[in-house]
């Protein structure tokens, strides 16, 4: 039984190196459309169906190992922000941080067989009040455009975030910490 991590984002490669060097990681095709119905309420529960949806799909690839699902959105003023798909959007995601909290979330599914386990976490985040001069140099890198609500921390958006209320890896898009309990866990149950 391995572990395969759905997603083929870099990101979350490393961080997963930090609970387990055994598992691979693969990019999954899976329907992230919300349905009309949803089931979750909260907005933060977005990310937790999205990263059931991507498990579900990993599960049909890989029926024989455990997999984990995970999306991330970034939420301000109960607006979901994706991954900006041009300039002009990145300027308006990194304008509305400005100054002002938003949240993070990242949820994550563990799945084996007919057995699925998922959760999210929730991380605040306060940006600094940014210049135009900020945001225009920081849209004109390619470091934007593949990262919910327009900014890596763990890059050069570094430098927008005044401080953070909650779990760092996080906002870079895989929990480790709650992650690593959960699949222990998950696991010894499965065993």
Known sequence: MKIILASASPRRKELMK???EDFTAVSVDADETLPEDMPEKRICGVCEYIARVKAKKANELFPDDIVIGCDTI???KNMILGKPKDKE???EYLHMLSGSAHSVFT???IMYGDRMFSFYVGTEVFFCKLTDEEIEDYI?????YDKAGGYGIQGRGA???NYINGDFFNVMGLPVSRLNKELKEFIKGVR
């Open 18 to 20: 930090l609970i387990t």
């Open 74 to 76: 970034v939420v301000h």
């Open 89 to 91: 959007q990145a300027w």
């Open 107 to 109: 949820g994550c599914c």
């Open 140 to 144: 004109s890198s390619d470091e934007p």
């Open 159 to 161: 430098l927008f975030v």
